[in-house]
């Protein structure tokens, strides 16, 4: 094996490093390690946990407070007694239930179309509470909606597997990412590290020097390489090799949008069995009837036995 070059922290503590003994980075890009007592009062924010949902449950969160909402204060004007609403006060439970639920979507939505109308002074209590709900409840759900449209997610999509191809007469360690988002990236630059873990056990991390490190633009797709030559690590080094030492591979992108002009950043790691030695990734690259060249995202991962 070659010379190893120097060790890199990531941040994450000698300690974490050595006991850790998963991947330390999914596929998706989310740290294999977790905290106790995340939601403990101080340590769970709510704000950062609705700008990170995605938009199907972020949507069923706002239906799901919605409807409880109205379940509950439909529930305490039922509380309010049978003769807090006279005009539904001959009802059966389950009508009077119905038609309260119903005055309380429009109370808290300030409709206020209902001929019902509170005739006890809880009722009337529980009616200004719910009117300032209301109000507070809209403005809230709008900023989020705003916060969330004003930043949108990354979706740099990273290639299922990484390959082993070769690479200028020799072979080289590849990575294919491409912008799954119809924004404009400039100034992408990527980082890649191995860890490697020894006879005894020992992790260790080493930054792997790369073809090019950087682009300025990022209008299609683009491979990261690694060249295996002599002062590489992963000289000599067959994949049962890599089995063996547990090896994974991290890579870091960090890149600038040109439409919202602020950095942002993605990563994703590959283990051992997720690198495919003698393949090489397939043609994406397409044109159309007009002769622009087209590629398919959903292809990025395609590759080709050598």
């Known amino acids: 094996m070659a010379e190893i070059p120097q060790q890199e922290d990531l941040g994450l503590g000698d300690k974490v490093v050595q006991e850790n003994r998963t991947r330390f980075l999914n596929h998706d890009g989310t740290f294999n390690v977790h905290r106790k007592g995340v939601f403990d ?8 946990a609705v700008l990170n949902a995605s938009w199907w449950k972020f949507n069923v969160g706002m239906l799901g407070y919605y409807i409880v909402a109205n379940f509950i204060f439909a529930t305490l004007y039922i509380m309010a007694g049978r003769n807090a609403f006279p005009d539904i006060a001959g009802m059966d439970a389950a009508h009077r239930f119905g038609q309260v639920f119903f005055y309380s979507v429009q109370v808290i939505t300030t409709l206020g179309t209902s001929p019902l109308h509170p005739a006890n002074t809880m009722a009337d209590v529980v009616l200004a509470i719910e009117a300032m709900v209301g109000m507070i409840g809209f403005a809230v759900a709008a900023s989020l909606l705003f916060a969330r449209f004003s930043n949108p997610p990354t979706k740099i999509q990273f290639s299922k597997n990484a390959v082993v191809a070769p690479y200028h007469g020799d072979n080289g360690f590849m990575v294919r990412i491409v912008n799954g988002r119809s924004n404009e990236l400039i100034h992408v630059s990527a980082i890649v590290t ?6 005894t056990g020992r992790r260790s991390f080493h930054r792997l020097a790369l073809e090019r490190d950087e682009v300025f633009v990022f209008p299609l797709n683009w491979t990261i390489v690694h060249p295996i030559d002599e002062s590489s690590p992963l000289r000599g080094l067959s994949a049962e090799n890599l089995k063996n030492n547990m090896a994974e591979f991290l890579v870091y992108i960090t890149a600038i949008d040109q439409d919202l002009s602020k ?30 060249v087209v590629i398919d995202p959903a292809r990025i991962g395609e590759v080709e036995k050598i």
């Open 263 to 292: 950095t942002i950043y993605a990563r994703s790691s590959y283990r051992a069995d997720e690198v495919l030695v003698g393949y090489k990734f397939s043609n994406i690259i397409e044109r159309d009837q007009k002769g622009t």
């Open 41 to 48: 009062r101080g340590n769970f924010s709510p704000y950062h």
């Open 194 to 199: 191995m860890a490697m873990t020894d006879q």
